[in-house]
Protein backbone atom coordinates (compact mmCIF):
# COMPACT_ATOMS: atom_id res chain seq x y z
CA UNK A 1 0.00 0.00 0.00
CA UNK A 2 0.87 3.44 0.17
CA UNK A 3 3.76 4.78 2.52
CA UNK A 4 4.10 8.83 3.17
CA UNK A 5 6.91 9.80 4.83
CA UNK A 6 7.65 14.00 5.87
CA UNK A 7 10.19 15.27 8.38
CA UNK A 8 9.08 15.47 11.37
CA UNK A 9 10.17 19.13 12.19
CA UNK A 10 10.99 22.73 11.52
CA UNK A 11 11.23 25.65 13.04
CA UNK A 12 11.52 29.13 11.11
CA UNK A 13 11.58 32.77 11.95
CA UNK A 14 8.22 35.48 11.11
CA UNK A 15 8.26 36.43 7.50
CA UNK A 16 10.81 33.42 6.29
CA UNK A 17 10.04 31.19 3.87
CA UNK A 18 8.84 27.64 4.84
CA UNK A 19 9.55 24.62 3.16
CA UNK A 20 7.73 21.11 4.21
CA UNK A 21 9.06 18.54 2.28
CA UNK A 22 6.69 14.80 1.65
CA UNK A 23 7.43 11.56 -0.61
CA UNK A 24 4.87 9.05 -1.34
CA UNK A 25 5.90 5.53 -2.64
CA UNK A 26 2.62 4.46 -4.93
CA UNK A 27 2.98 6.26 -8.62
CA UNK A 28 -0.63 5.39 -9.15
CA UNK A 29 -1.73 8.30 -7.10
CA UNK A 30 -3.76 10.75 -8.44
CA UNK A 31 -3.90 14.00 -6.10
CA UNK A 32 -1.49 14.43 -3.09
CA UNK A 33 -3.17 17.36 -0.17
CA UNK A 34 -1.72 19.14 1.90
CA UNK A 35 -3.72 19.56 5.64
CA UNK A 36 -3.27 21.53 8.38
CA UNK A 37 -4.19 21.14 12.27
CA UNK A 38 -3.78 23.25 15.08
CA UNK A 39 -3.56 21.89 18.66
CA UNK A 40 -6.84 19.80 19.33
CA UNK A 41 -8.31 20.98 16.30
CA UNK A 42 -9.60 19.23 13.13
CA UNK A 43 -7.86 18.90 9.61
CA UNK A 44 -7.96 21.96 7.63
CA UNK A 45 -7.31 21.30 3.94
CA UNK A 46 -4.69 23.74 2.79
CA UNK A 47 -4.35 22.85 -0.95
CA UNK A 48 -3.94 19.97 -3.18
CA UNK A 49 -2.52 18.80 -6.44
CA UNK A 50 -3.49 16.60 -9.29
CA UNK A 51 -0.43 14.07 -10.36
CA UNK A 52 -0.26 15.99 -14.00
CA UNK A 53 0.32 18.94 -12.62
CA UNK A 54 4.31 20.02 -11.38
CA UNK A 55 3.25 23.29 -9.60
CA UNK A 56 0.56 25.25 -7.77
CA UNK A 57 0.49 28.19 -6.21
CA UNK A 58 -2.09 29.61 -3.91
CA UNK A 59 -1.55 33.10 -2.32
CA UNK A 60 1.26 32.33 0.05
CA UNK A 61 1.37 28.71 -0.88
CA UNK A 62 3.21 26.61 -3.07
CA UNK A 63 3.03 23.29 -3.69
CA UNK A 64 5.61 21.33 -6.11
CA UNK A 65 5.53 18.05 -7.07
CA UNK A 66 8.01 16.08 -8.87
CA UNK A 67 6.24 12.59 -10.20
CA UNK A 68 9.85 11.02 -11.06
CA UNK A 69 10.93 11.27 -7.71
CA UNK A 70 7.53 11.12 -5.54
CA UNK A 71 8.44 13.93 -4.01
CA UNK A 72 6.03 16.63 -3.40
CA UNK A 73 6.92 20.22 -1.15
CA UNK A 74 4.85 23.03 0.44
CA UNK A 75 6.50 25.74 0.50
CA UNK A 76 4.58 28.96 2.81
CA UNK A 77 6.14 32.39 1.78
CA UNK A 78 6.27 35.19 4.51
CA UNK A 79 5.42 33.12 7.12
CA UNK A 80 3.29 33.97 10.21
CA UNK A 81 3.12 32.73 13.72
CA UNK A 82 0.08 31.80 13.08
CA UNK A 83 1.23 29.11 10.52
CA UNK A 84 2.66 26.78 13.65
CA UNK A 85 0.82 24.08 13.21
CA UNK A 86 1.20 20.72 12.12
CA UNK A 87 1.00 20.05 8.23
CA UNK A 88 0.31 16.68 6.81
CA UNK A 89 0.68 15.63 3.25
CA UNK A 90 -1.66 13.05 2.21
CA UNK A 91 -2.02 10.65 -0.83
CA UNK A 92 -5.03 8.98 -2.28
CA UNK A 93 -5.09 5.33 -1.81
CA UNK A 94 -7.21 1.95 -2.85
CA UNK A 95 -10.95 3.68 -3.53
CA UNK A 96 -10.47 7.14 -2.35
CA UNK A 97 -8.89 6.69 1.04
CA UNK A 98 -6.00 8.86 2.59
CA UNK A 99 -2.75 7.46 3.42
CA UNK A 100 -1.05 10.45 6.02
CA UNK A 101 2.45 11.63 6.47
CA UNK A 102 3.02 11.46 10.21
CA UNK A 103 2.66 15.46 10.14
CA UNK A 104 5.71 18.10 9.97
CA UNK A 105 5.35 20.22 13.35
CA UNK A 106 5.93 23.91 11.80
CA UNK A 107 7.23 26.57 14.82
CA UNK A 108 7.23 30.29 14.06
CA UNK A 109 8.76 32.47 16.34
CA UNK A 110 8.73 35.76 15.95
CA UNK B 1 -20.33 27.67 3.35
CA UNK B 2 -21.24 24.64 5.26
CA UNK B 3 -18.91 22.64 6.66
CA UNK B 4 -18.86 18.82 7.57
CA UNK B 5 -20.28 18.54 11.58
CA UNK B 6 -19.55 16.07 13.84
CA UNK B 7 -21.54 15.15 16.91
CA UNK B 8 -21.19 14.77 19.96
CA UNK B 9 -17.50 17.12 20.11
CA UNK B 10 -16.43 15.07 23.66
CA UNK B 11 -17.42 11.95 24.61
CA UNK B 12 -16.20 10.23 27.82
CA UNK B 13 -17.49 6.60 28.72
CA UNK B 14 -15.68 3.71 30.85
CA UNK B 15 -14.62 0.18 29.36
CA UNK B 16 -16.68 -2.07 27.86
CA UNK B 17 -19.26 0.85 27.36
CA UNK B 18 -20.69 1.55 24.01
CA UNK B 19 -20.78 4.64 22.02
CA UNK B 20 -21.66 6.11 18.90
CA UNK B 21 -20.51 9.23 16.83
CA UNK B 22 -22.44 10.91 14.04
CA UNK B 23 -21.52 12.89 10.77
CA UNK B 24 -23.13 14.86 9.03
CA UNK B 25 -21.61 15.32 5.71
CA UNK B 26 -21.53 19.01 3.46
CA UNK B 27 -24.77 19.34 1.68
CA UNK B 28 -24.54 16.70 -1.79
CA UNK B 29 -21.58 15.69 -0.57
CA UNK B 30 -22.42 11.56 -1.02
CA UNK B 31 -19.08 10.17 0.03
CA UNK B 32 -18.15 9.75 3.96
CA UNK B 33 -15.05 8.69 5.97
CA UNK B 34 -13.72 7.37 8.98
CA UNK B 35 -10.78 8.17 10.14
CA UNK B 36 -9.02 7.52 14.05
CA UNK B 37 -6.13 9.70 15.19
CA UNK B 38 -4.22 8.97 18.47
CA UNK B 39 -2.26 11.17 20.77
CA UNK B 40 0.52 12.35 18.25
CA UNK B 41 -0.39 10.07 15.36
CA UNK B 42 -1.31 10.80 12.15
CA UNK B 43 -5.08 9.99 11.00
CA UNK B 44 -5.33 6.38 9.97
CA UNK B 45 -8.58 5.32 7.62
CA UNK B 46 -10.72 3.21 9.50
CA UNK B 47 -13.81 2.67 6.64
CA UNK B 48 -15.87 5.11 4.11
CA UNK B 49 -19.47 4.77 2.15
CA UNK B 50 -20.63 5.77 -0.75
CA UNK B 51 -24.33 6.25 -1.00
CA UNK B 52 -24.91 4.41 1.84
CA UNK B 53 -22.51 1.27 0.36
CA UNK B 54 -19.59 0.68 2.06
CA UNK B 55 -17.12 1.65 0.02
CA UNK B 56 -13.55 0.57 1.39
CA UNK B 57 -12.48 -0.69 4.47
CA UNK B 58 -9.17 0.01 6.40
CA UNK B 59 -8.34 -0.88 10.09
CA UNK B 60 -11.68 -0.78 11.65
CA UNK B 61 -11.92 -3.17 14.76
CA UNK B 62 -14.59 -5.57 14.43
CA UNK B 63 -15.96 -3.66 17.88
CA UNK B 64 -16.92 -1.08 15.56
CA UNK B 65 -19.31 -0.79 12.80
CA UNK B 66 -20.65 1.98 10.84
CA UNK B 67 -23.79 3.07 8.39
CA UNK B 68 -24.58 5.43 6.22
CA UNK B 69 -28.55 6.56 5.75
CA UNK B 70 -30.42 7.80 3.23
CA UNK B 71 -29.85 11.37 4.29
CA UNK B 72 -26.00 10.56 3.72
CA UNK B 73 -25.20 11.50 7.29
CA UNK B 74 -23.23 8.52 9.26
CA UNK B 75 -23.04 6.98 12.47
CA UNK B 76 -20.07 5.23 13.61
CA UNK B 77 -21.13 2.60 16.78
CA UNK B 78 -18.14 1.67 18.74
CA UNK B 79 -18.68 -1.03 21.44
CA UNK B 80 -16.97 -2.84 24.38
CA UNK B 81 -14.83 0.03 24.64
CA UNK B 82 -10.99 -0.39 25.43
CA UNK B 83 -8.47 2.14 26.63
CA UNK B 84 -6.63 1.81 23.48
CA UNK B 85 -9.93 3.35 21.95
CA UNK B 86 -9.35 7.06 23.06
CA UNK B 87 -8.30 9.13 20.04
CA UNK B 88 -9.65 12.01 18.13
CA UNK B 89 -12.32 10.59 15.34
CA UNK B 90 -12.36 12.39 12.41
CA UNK B 91 -15.17 11.95 9.37
CA UNK B 92 -14.74 13.39 6.13
CA UNK B 93 -16.93 14.17 3.19
CA UNK B 94 -16.32 14.57 -0.41
CA UNK B 95 -18.41 14.67 -3.70
CA UNK B 96 -18.11 11.87 -6.59
CA UNK B 97 -17.75 13.31 -10.43
CA UNK B 98 -15.80 14.92 -12.56
CA UNK B 99 -14.81 18.14 -10.91
CA UNK B 100 -11.23 18.96 -10.46
CA UNK B 101 -11.84 18.27 -6.67
CA UNK B 102 -13.88 15.24 -6.60
CA UNK B 103 -12.67 12.83 -3.70
CA UNK B 104 -11.17 15.99 -1.90
CA UNK B 105 -12.02 15.48 1.07
CA UNK B 106 -13.26 17.59 3.93
CA UNK B 107 -12.72 16.83 7.62
CA UNK B 108 -15.03 17.72 10.89
CA UNK B 109 -13.72 18.98 13.70
CA UNK B 110 -13.52 15.34 15.32
CA UNK B 111 -15.08 13.70 18.41
CA UNK B 112 -13.16 13.51 21.80
CA UNK B 113 -13.66 10.27 23.04
CA UNK B 114 -11.89 9.53 26.38
CA UNK B 115 -12.02 5.44 27.28
CA UNK B 116 -11.62 5.50 31.47
Known amino acids: GEDVEQSLFLSVREGDSSVINCTYTDSSSTYLYWYKQEPGAGLQLLTYIFSNMDMKQDQRLTVLLNKKDKHLSLRIADTQTGDSAIYFC??????????FGKGTMLLVSP | AAGVIQSPRHLIKEKRETATLKCYPI?????VYWYQQGPGQDPQFLIS???????DKGSIPDRFSAQQFSDYHSELNMSSLELGDSALYFC???????????????FGPGTRLTVL
Open chain 2, 92 to 106: ASSLEGDREDTDTQY
Open chain 2, 49 to 55: FYEKMQS
Open chain 1, 90 to 99: AAISGYSTLT
Open chain 2, 27 to 31: PRHDT
